[in-house]
């Protein structure tokens, strides 16, 4: 992905073209920092501008360009804030953790009495500084591949230097563990709590010898591998080339090659029964309008007394009714095409649509908080070899604003990630 591999040296403008600084408005600058004071004025962190300071006190954020800082905020509400952190413009204190940081923004849409940063009057104009979802994030089957491709298939190398040797690209399952302090998580840990959660899944499908199991959006095979390691006989689809070709090859470095079959598949055009449908966090990718076609594709390839698990992203209902039709910054430069769901839309797709039955098994909102430092803590480590693949600075940036946008929204509950079991009424 030629966008996402800057030339070293030049300007971030000419190598990020969106973080092209936006034209000045005074107008907008002073709604932009008019905002800024209404969020600040009960907000548990601290924001130094380069003249004044707003906020109760807590973890700190400083302004380096106040007058660019805020040009981006009353350009794009939904991009604004993020774009100026990959630009530059603002870091956490030193000493200041950047998740601690971004906490308190999340809790005030986590809380039910405050799930709005701005008060409901302001809020009626945010469609003036509010992007809508562009066209070109259509997940059709040819959109479905670009955005997908374009978070996926980025470099395998560069995943292969913060996830744990399995290679998963999900929430892990510490149990009581992760609970515990964040400043404890250690890579070590990573490796056996993946493994929790994939047997998890394993054990709740019901998948032992001989169970014939699909896996769509299979990743690097980390599933895949686990259940043929019991027995089962597995094929494993995905749209992203390059981790397909990787996700052979660790199929076949683990012996079980004759048991897994990978295909570079849509599933939408999969055929076959099976005694267990798994998708791991790949309902974030497929989009609303694509719902209901994608539990139907669920409920057809189960076999008579099959189970379908999925483990997927999920947010508050009434958060995701506001922001569904929103561009955001993670839509923008993480996951094009992609929108989390709640568990309630996805009860209500699947009672509509189909005749599955939905169970929530566990929670693992706290898990992923705790997996979300780790992956970040081991990138920031790491990042001289990431470094080294062809990623800039402004690259760096912006997977640790991700990681640790991220890891807000599950320590704060305004995110979760839950293990559903569905099987035929």
Not at 125 to 138: A, I, K, N
Not at 230 to 245: K, M, N, P, Y
Not at 375 to 393: K, M, Q, T
């Amino acid at each position: 992905m030629t966008d996402l591999l800057p030339v070293v040296h030049q300007p971030v403008a000419e190598t990020w073209p969106t973080l092209a600084r936006p034209r000045s408005n005074p107008v907008r600058r002073a709604g932009a920092l008019a905002a800024l004071r209404l969020i600040a004025r009960d907000l548990p962190a601290t924001i130094h501008l380069e003249n004044r300071s707003y906020g109760l006190g807590g973890p700190a954020m400083r302004v380096h360009r106040s007058a660019a800082f805020l040009d981006r905020l009353g350009h794009d509400a939904g991009s604004g804030f993020g774009e100026a952190y990959l630009a530059g413009d603002w870091d956490p204190e030193p000493g200041t953790d950047l998740s601690d940081l971004l906490v308190p923004f999340a809790e005030r849409f986590s809380n039910e009495e405050t799930r709005h940063l701005l008060p409901k009057w302001a809020q009626s104009l945010r469609w003036l500084v509010t992007r809508s979802l562009p066209g070109d994030q259509e997940n059709d089957r040819a959109g479905a591949r670009e955005n997908v491709s374009r978070h996926y298939d980025l470099s395998n190398a560069m995943f292969s230097e913060f996830l744990d040797p399995t290679l998963t690209y999900s929430a892990a399952y510490f149990g009581p563990a992760a609970a515990a302090d964040l400043a404890t998580a250690s890579y070590d840990e990573l490796t056996q709590a993946q493994l929790n959660k994939l047997d998890a899944i394993l054990d709740a499908a019901g998948v032992v010898s001989g169970s014939r199991v699909l896996d769509i959006g299979c990743g690097w095979a980390s599933l895949a591998i686990r259940a043929a390691q019991r027995g089962a006989w597995v094929t494993a689809i995905t749209i992203a080339s390059q981790q397909a070709l990787m996700a052979q090859r660790r199929i076949a470095d683990a012996g079980v090659g004759d048991r897994v079959q990978v295909a570079l598949r849509d599933y939408r055009d999969q055929i076959g029964e099976f005694d267990a449908v798994l998708s791991v966090e790949m309902i974030e990718a497929v989009g609303e309008k694509y719902w209901p076609v994608y539990f139907d594709a669920i409920e057809r390839r189960l076999a008579p007394g099959g189970v379908a698990v999925v483990q997927a992203i999920v947010m508050p209902h009434e958060r995701m009714l506001a922001t569904r039709n929103t561009f955001t910054w993670v839509q923008k430069y993480i996951f094009p095409g992609g929108l989390i769901p709640s568990i309630k839309v996805i009860d209500d797709v699947t009672t509509r649509h189909t005749g599955l039955r939905l169970e929530v098994l566990r929670h693992l909102g706290a898990d992923y908080a705790r997996t979300l430092r780790i992956w970040r803590n081991r990138f920031i480590e790491r990042w001289p070899a990431i470094a080294d693949l062809g990623f800039d600075d402004t690259f760096r940036r912006m997977w640790e604003f991700y990681l640790a946008y991220s890891e807000a929204g599950f320590r704060t509950g305004y995110l979760d990630d839950v293990q559903l079991r569905l099987t035929r009424l």
